[in-house]
């Protein structure tokens, strides 16, 4: 039984529904979410094991944790950790007899808007960098262009940056788009 791990999963399924599905199709391939630690955020690991059927659910509760955390458990629910301030649990069940869904519609529609803000916010920051990077390229090079060493480290930072752009840009439009399907869901 090997251990496998998933690096930036909780990144990558930000939204906690996303994350929900992308942990039960590891498990329909014979791979098991093991208990979350501290770099869950960058990695997820999985042991090999026979599949079964298993539910998982993240939540963002409202209620005191200690009698959410005691609600749970006693229903039969197992804690898996912590990832991006959401709870990840998980149920094993019978065919025919899937648990039904728990979760804090109003406690995750304010983790998606708040964290679809902060990781906007931290979009805008790269972006300014990289047009404040192009423009202190541009400026520079109109004055009397760089020599090639230093404008190979101009175009490294920049392209750098790029990619970090895409992928909070993303992040935060996939989790702003969720906070409004709640919204909506809860009738707001």
Known sequence: MGVQRSLFA????????????????????GLRLMPLGQGSLFSLAFTEEKPERL???????????ALYMQKLTDEGWEYMGQSLNSYVWRKSYEEGNRPGDFSDKTGLWQHCLRLGIVVMVVALVFTGLFGALCYSLYME???????ATRLA??????AIQLPFMICFASMSAKLIKESSRLKHKLGR
Not at 12 to 29: A, F, G, I
Not at 153 to 158: A, F
Request: proline share 11%; net charge negative.
């Open 141 to 147: 090079y109109k004055v009397q262009p760089p020599e």
């Open 153 to 158: 480290k101009y175009i490294l930072v920049i």
């Open 10 to 29: 909780a990144l990558k399924h930000v939204v906690p529904s996303d994350l929900e599905y992308y942990l039960e199709e590891k498990n329909s391939e």
């Open 55 to 65: 539910k998982y659910v993240v939540d963002c509760p409202t209620m005191p944790k």
